[in-house]
């Protein structure tokens, strides 16, 4: 096993221990450090940046050859960990002698520990595992006071000042999942990355604690009665769907390629989109059908046919529903000739 302790003070503290440990290259643009590895140690990659109100997040894409124990460092504070597990499992324990607490796919996790007690991660070697990690600070800024959404977040869970260890395993949740993939989906540089990304972040860190809420409450046990596995296949599904929408998909077919009951698919398209089957394909025609008008040279008829739909007045009525105005104006308004009027 691999021992590697990290201090999580200052992002570039954990980019230059990580790269230390692991090899590889650092790459830093605009506050955002990412470290690429591939050697005979581990392949993958490591992400992560530091935002306003001392937040900050690392985000990892990462296969190791050996069982690696992780050590996180508190010296000066216990900042509150927000963890989420995409792809792959880990375990985590308080110390070395603590008990060992496994995150599993599509589960999220909120830690703190006391002052100087350190929180242990530990890694399977020859797994993929896709984890986040938001890290709230918890030290006051005494010119922000109690206003600065990190001592927000800290009163929400610590009214005083942490006395014992806390730990929480949320039960399955597949749109934080899907924001994940809306947060490592960006492509812009500069100042509008570092834009987007706080925002998503911060819609990420408030889906987590709205988890622990739930939870707490009962709303959410056992997930709605999916398990793991027919999340992963609701997942994947979902992926296939929008991969190609102009398909000719119905509940039947849907079922027999996944396994799972009608009642199933229903129940798990509705948790993670808010959407029926029928209208989670439907909205990921009227997506396609948006960039097709925007990238491609043919016109509205023969686009309603691409995408699968039968009816172009049915489809101009939802493409309206959503887009405030009709597939031919949104055309129209893309032109140059409209641009300059």
């Known amino acids: 096993m691999k021992i590697v302790t990290i201090n999580t003070e200052k992002t570039q503290n954990i980019f ?9 290259k650092v790459t830093f643009d605009l506050d955002e450090y990412m470290l690429e590895v591939e050697n005979s140690f581990a392949s993958g990659s490591i992400i992560g940046a ?22 996180i460092l508190n010296l ?66 005494a010119q922000i006071g109690n206003h600065s959404l990190n001592q927000k977040v800290k009163n929400t869970f610590f009214e005083n000042d942490l006395v014992r260890d806390f730990f929480y395993v949320g ?5 934080i999942a899907e924001k994940i993939e809306q947060l490592n989906s960006v492509t812009q540089t500069g100042i509008v990355r570092n834009l987007l990304k706080e925002g998503i972040l911060r819609i990420i860190l408030a889906m987590e604690i709205q988890q622990h809420s739930d939870d707490l409450n009962s709303f959410a046990n056992e997930s709605n009665g999916l398990t793991l596995k027919e999340m992963e296949e609701i997942k994947e599904l979902s992926e296939f ?42 909205h990921m025609r009227v997506l396609k059908a948006e960039i097709l008008i925007r990238t491609s040279d043919l016109n509205i008829s023969e686009i309603v046919y691409c995408i699968g739909f039968t009816s172009r007045s049915y489809f101009s009525k939802i493409f309206k529903q959503k887009f405030n105005c009709s597939p031919k104006e949104y055309k129209f308004n893309l032109s140059p000739m409209a641009i300059t009027a």
């Open 171 to 175: 039960s399955y949740n597949l749109k």
């Open 16 to 24: 230059d221990e990580l790269n230390a440990n692991f090899g590889g």
């Open 50 to 71: 530091s935002f306003n109100d001392n937040i900050s997040y690392v985000q990892f894409n990462m296969t190791f050859k050996t069982d690696v124990r992780m050590d």
């Open 76 to 141: 000066k504070s216990s900042p509150i960990y927000f963890a989420y597990c995409s792809k792959g499992n880990l375990a985590h324990s308080f110390g070395l002698n603590g008990e060992e607490r496994e995150l599993k796919t599509f589960q999220t996790a909120i830690v703190s520990s006391t002052q100087k007690q350190d929180n242990v991660l530990f890694f399977e070697k020859d797994k993929n595992t896709q984890f986040t990690l938001i890290i709230v600070g918890t030290q006051n800024d």
């Open 241 to 282: 769907i929008k991969s190609c929408p102009e398909e000719n998909f119905t509940i039947k077919s849907l079922s027999k390629k996944s396994g799972l009951s009608p009642n199933k698919l229903q129940e798990g398209f509705k948790m993670i989109h808010n959407r029926t089957v029928n209208d989670y394909i439907t």
